[in-house]
């Protein structure tokens, strides 16, 4: 088995007996309980028996060539914020713990078991997914697969399932994305994640942060894997991804908001790969985007996630406020001071926002940019630091942000070097563009690393 198997390769090798799905699931199984390891830190609860008892069935259907798919028997993990029958659904938070477990799964789950893979456990992440750090001060905080001996924060809000996909604990993680939860962590350890059209995978079944803004996708090695899976999410049929020659691509680079105040191995790192694809004849232009700047003005009491969080948490934070994380309740706290005329200014200006910013990026097939301006700050630095803290933040979620306030889709995609600090590139594009970025992020992700 290559060192960092596929989708594509666990299920050929599945096919042809190479390996089994028992097998898949103990390996994890095994890297989840390595001391030496962040399976304590990455997993909130693991589902060991249950995965077990589950990969043995797939096995059995195989034998009797009717597997529900060619990736049944894969393990995957599944982000804290997601209902799965019979379990407690903790968000993160000890304010959960007493929860009735829950009843069902969520859809985006059952359509994974019904896919036939195989949930290995609940992952870590920032408590009620309010933050794009992931420290977490209630399960402890995973560190980034670059430089362990030092300690970097994973990213948030889904911290757990990019580490979990990092270290080979899954092969597939269900996280979700409300201003950049899946593609900032994939950032930082060097993976991909995924934001899909928010419409197109329902949000029925997960906690919510903003409802405006949530999105459910996945993390995982390639942007092929992150292909299948967000099929499978979206209950659509899994095809095959042809990736689009880099020669020809029309990528354009908002020079607005999304290129301030990099981190210099960020600045250094996108701009290599853009060389590089330039080189391979991809057509770049550099476009001032105006309307970005309305983003932080839609967000100056907080925007849709304090509104909204607010709405959710305000009878939870009367009776368990005190045990929630300070850094989420302040934030949440926002949204108090927000008026019901605030919020419809917020919903009016986002129309507008979305029309003008499509209408401007309308004849490229993708913007390209820095998934976040910062790399991975060491997690000592941020614990101590409340000011630090929210700048690094920010610094984290900003670029993120923008395609979720446009309702975008996006991928992000290591562009580092092996041995260097993680440095993610995004592709982005009007709603309703997923299978087009997949296209283009298929095409270049081999190619931006060299």
């Known amino acids: 088995m290559p060192a960092n198997p596929t989708l594509a390769s666990l299920a050929a090798d599945l096919d042809t007996g190479r390996t089994t799905a028992?097998?898949?699931?103990?390996?994890?199984?095994?890297?989840?309980?390595?001391?030496?390891?962040?399976?304590?830190?990455?997993?909130?609860?693991?589902?060991?028996?249950?995965?077990?008892?589950a990969a043995d069935a797939m096995d059995h259907l195989r034998k009797a060539h009717a597997a529900p798919s060619p990736y049944a028997g894969i393990p995957v993990s599944i982000k804290d914020l997601y209902d799965i029958k019979g379990q407690v659904t903790r968000a993160g938070s000890r304010a959960l713990e007493d929860s009735a477990p829950a009843e069902a799964?969520?859809?985006?789950?059952?359509?994974?078991?019904r896919t036939g893979f195989i949930v290995i456990g609940r992952t870590n992440m920032t408590e009620f997914a309010y933050s794009g750090i992931g420290i977490n001060p209630h399960y402890g905080t995973p560190k980034s697969v670059f430089n362990r001996s030092v300690g970097h924060v994973p990213g948030g809000s889904s911290s757990g399932a990019a580490v979990s996909i990092a270290d080979g604990m899954a092969y597939g993680a269900l996280g979700t994305d409300t201003g950049g939860s899946c593609r900032i962590p994939a950032a930082y350890n060097g993976i991909v994640g995924y934001k899909p059209t928010q419409a197109r995978v329902p949000l029925d079944g997960g906690?919510?942060?903003?409802?405006?803004?949530?999105?459910?996708?996945?993390?995982?090695?390639?942007?092929?894997?992150?292909?299948?899976?967000d099929a499978v999410l979206a209950e659509e049929a899994v095809k095959p991804l042809h990736p689009r020659p880099v020669k020809g691509m029309r990528l354009a680079?908002?020079?607005?908001?999304?290129?301030?105040?990099?981190?210099?191995?960020?600045a250094k790192t996108f701009e290599r790969a853009l060389e590089t694809l330039s080189r391979h004849g991809a057509l770049i232009e550099r476009i001032e985007v105006p309307e970005f700047h309305d983003v932080g003005a839609m967000s100056s009491k907080g925007g849709f996630a304090a509104a909204e969080s607010y709405a959710w948490h305000r009878y939870l934070l009367t009776s368990k406020g005190d045990v929630y994380d300070p850094r989420v309740r302040v934030r949440i706290l926002r949204g108090e001071a927000i008026s019901a005329a605030d919020y419809i200014d917020i919903l009016n200006?986002?129309?507008?926002?979305?029309?003008?910013?499509?209408?401007?990026?309308?004849?490229y097939d993708a913007l390209v940019l820095?998934?976040?301006?910062?790399?991975?700050?060491?997690?000592?630095?941020?614990?101590?630091?409340?000011?630090?803290?929210?700048?690094?933040?920010?610094?984290?979620?900003?670029?993120?942000?923008?395609i979720n306030m446009l309702d975008g889709c996006a991928i992000s995609l290591p562009a580092h070097?092996?041995?260097?600090?993680?440095?993610?590139?995004?592709?982005?594009?009007?709603?309703?563009?997923?299978?087009?970025?997949?296209?283009?992020?298929?095409?270049?992700e081999d190619v931006i690393r060299v």
Do not use: W, Y
């Open 253 to 266: 680079v908002p020079t607005t908001v999304a290129l301030d105040d990099l981190d210099e191995e960020v």
């Open 349 to 363: 200006a986002r129309r507008s926002f979305i029309a003008r910013t499509e209408q401007r990026i309308a004849p």
């Open 370 to 402: 820095p998934t976040t301006a910062n790399t991975p700050p060491k997690i000592a630095d941020l614990v101590a630091d409340d000011k630090l803290f929210a700048t690094e933040n920010l610094r984290s979620l900003r670029n993120c942000t923008l």
């Open 105 to 113: 799964d969520a859809p985006v789950v059952a359509r994974l078991r």
């Open 417 to 444: 070097r092996e041995g260097e600090m993680p440095v993610g590139l995004m592709l982005a594009a009007a709603g309703g563009s997923d299978r087009r970025i997949f296209e283009l992020a298929a095409g270049m």
């Open 207 to 229: 906690v919510p942060l903003s409802s405006s803004l949530d999105s459910f996708g996945p993390l995982a090695r390639s942007v092929g894997c992150c292909a299948v899976l």
């Open 22 to 53: 028992r097998k898949l699931v103990e390996a994890c199984l095994a890297r989840i309980a390595d001391p030496a390891g962040e399976g304590a830190r990455a997993f909130i609860h693991v589902d060991k028996d249950a995965a077990i008892s």
